[in-house]
């Protein structure tokens, strides 16, 4: 019997689930064991990658326990430059809160 992601009389060969789908040009298809999906360049989403990320959002915290939070994923490229500029504007909905509200990661 044939798994779903191989065939051949042996099942020796791999499909190739990016035959199956449509990414941008800009994107690249990442075939997995059973599935394929886009990595969308930075600035980019969607199944496609073809939407365009809106760098204008809000991300809100509302928890009543003492920990809670919310991430966003953001690639932007990066050069070693001598440094980098991020704007916040942080507002917590009880006066006296206090928290860490920002974490960066660089690979």
């Known amino acids: ?10 099942c020796e060969f ?5 035959a199956q789908i449509t990414c941008s040009p800009l994107a ?17 989403t969607g199944s496609a990658c ?5 760098d204008e959002f809000d991300i809100c915290v509302d928890s009543a326990t003492t920990s809670s939070g919310a991430s966003l994923a953001y690639p932007a490229p990066y050069s ?5 500029t991020i704007k916040l504007w942080v507002k917590y909905n009880t006066p006296g809160s206090a ?5 960066l990661f660089y690979a």
């Open 99 to 103: 928290g860490s509200f920002l974490t």
């Open 14 to 18: 791999h499909v190739d689930h990016c």
């Open 1 to 10: 019997m044939l798994k779903l992601k191989y065939t051949g009389e042996e």
């Open 28 to 44: 690249t298809c990442v075939d997995g064991l059973a599935e394929a999906f886009c990595r969308c360049p930075a600035g980019k």
């Open 80 to 84: 070693d430059t001598g440094g980098f």
């Open 50 to 54: 073809l939407q365009d990320i809106d």
